[in-house]
């Protein structure tokens, strides 16, 4: 390990010994210590708090700014007013009816608003947007495969947890990318059915509708891919794929379950002006709470209307979800919130250029909408295979450097990247640049080899 990170952890865990406790104490009970797998790091993961605004306390009562927010769930920030007034005002009106309610229909209103759907169905998570939004794919066309991109998470179902983070040595060429089952567990019956191409790469798409005429249902995007680092679609990529799915018969997806919210008023759809046959929305459209929703076109969403394809879920449509879904669009997600969010955002990444000038770091920095990343690259990642080579040690400093100055600089993992929240301030963005300002230097020590010792992990 480089003698930089080494000393980052060692104050790291000087200064968290509380949550090393809680999560030494989790792993009897929960495999990794951890609910989902994608909290657990070495050498423990933070334990919270709790949260308020833009802002995080540990366990041991540590202060962050927050900019992981819930791995990009919360633009709305941590408890925002609007959405405790709306969740405090329902419940003592029962948590779950399993029944109808108004405003189911008031919400799928401000959803069609927004995004270029006709109809929309409700769930809690984005991985049941995704599942149904490919099930009904595969029933408009009557086709199994879907084509997805190598390196793309939608989420945990079968169809989806292919070649999300595959191996280097197993994925074959760029041109043609050799399918990688995301763990086991998953059929191989499965994994022949998820299709992989490479991103901003429309001729090994072309290419898998060419090797499977007639059988592809869909191609699922994530328009800007989120889970390596920021990898922005190049010109003419998502038209191109609006053009191959129509010329080939088969819909178009997008997984807006990061973009939808926090990429611009109407997601990426109006972002790019590209109109996708399905739109999948989650994370920060419930201000914090559980909720998702998938949209289309009458003609597709008629196939759950005149039960040809099955949709449902005991917990869709709680009042309390969506009390707070509503109050997130009508009160916080509104124009005005996206062009501070905008604002603080151009200020953040003009601060890490200008920091990475100053110190010689040689990086890279994306940013759009609410969502902002450093890349330890000399230039932006077009496809996983980039992102690859990402340098991982040097990532894992920066981020306990960030940690221990009191910045939480996006969700642990490399793959990941910021959110700026609505109640996000000027001087919390002068703080997280001001903490890369202080750990820069160092990494640029590093990076230069000046005090690389041992080998790296
Ligand atoms: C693009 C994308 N799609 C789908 C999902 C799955 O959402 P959930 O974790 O709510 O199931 C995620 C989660 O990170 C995501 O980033």
């Not at 909720?291 to 009458?298: D, E, I, K, N, Q």
Request: with cysteine; aromatic share 8%; proline share 5%.
């Amino acid at each position: 390990m480089q003698k930089g990170l080494k000393r980052e952890i060692e104050l790291y865990e000087k200064r968290t010994p509380r949550s090393k406790q809680a999560h030494a104490r989790a792993l009897g009970r929960l495999p990794l210590g951890v609910a989902s797998n994608y909290r657990a790091y070495e050498p423990y993961p933070l334990f919270v708090r709790e949260g308020k605004g833009g802002h995080l306390w540990d366990v041991d009562g540590n202060e962050y700014v927050d900019f992981g927010l819930s791995f990009g769930a919360l633009m709305a920030g941590h408890s925002h007013p609007a959405v405790v007034r709306a969740v405090e005002s329902r419940l003592r009106l029962g948590t779950a009816y399993g029944m109808p309610h108004d405003m189911e229909w008031e919400l799928a209103e401000e959803i069609c608003k927004r995004y270029p759907v006709d109809m929309v169905r409700f769930g809690c998570s984005g991985t049941e947007a995704t599942m149904h939004a490919v099930r009904l794919a595969r029933a408009a066309t009557g086709r199994d495969r879907i084509i997805k991109f190598e390196g793309a998470y939608h989420g945990l179902h079968d169809a989806a947890l292919v070649s999300v983070k595959p191996r280097l040595e197993d994925i074959g060429s760029v041109e043609e990318p050799t399918p990688v089952p995301g763990g086991a567990g998953i059929p191989p019956a499965h994994v022949a059915n998820t299709l992989v191409a490479s991103f901003n790469n429309l001729p090994s798409v072309e290419r898998q509708f060419e090797k499977h005429p007639g059988e592809v249902a869909a191609v699922i995007c994530e328009p800007i891919m989120m889970n390596v680092g920021m990898c922005m679609p190049e010109e003419g990529f998502l038209p191109g794929l609006r053009e191959l799915t129509r010329k080939h018969g088969a819909l178009l997806i997008f997984d807006e379950v990061k973009t939808g919210a926090k990429l611009a008023w109407g997601g990426a759809c109006e972002f790019f002006g590209v109109r996708p046959d399905i739109v999948c929305l989650a994370k920060s459209i419930g201000g914090g709470l559980p909720l998702s929703a998938f949209g289309a076109a009458r003609s597709v969403m008629d196939l759950i209307g005149q039960h040809n394809v099955f949709h449902g879920g005991t917990f869709n449509t709680n009042p309390i979800s969506m009390a707070a879904g509503l109050a997130t669009f009508r009160e916080v997600l509104t124009r005005e919130a996206y062009e501070h969010v905008d604002r603080l955002n151009k200020r953040l990444l003009g601060g890490y250029r200008r920091v990475l000038e100053s110190s010689g770091l040689k990086a890279c920095v994306v940013g759009a909408g609410a969502n902002g990343v450093i890349l330890f690259r000399a230039t932006p990642v077009r496809n996983y295979r980039d992102w690859l080579e990402v340098d991982a040690e040097l990532w894992r400093h920066y981020w306990f450097g960030m940690i221990n100055r009191g910045v939480l600089s996006q969700p642990y993992g490399r793959d990941e990247q910021w959110t700026i929240c609505v109640q996000h301030t000027e001087a919390d963005i002068d703080r997280h640049i001001a903490a890369f300002e202080q750990v820069a230097p160092a990494l640029a020590q590093t990076q230069s080899g000046t005090v690389q010792v041992g080998a790296a992990r």
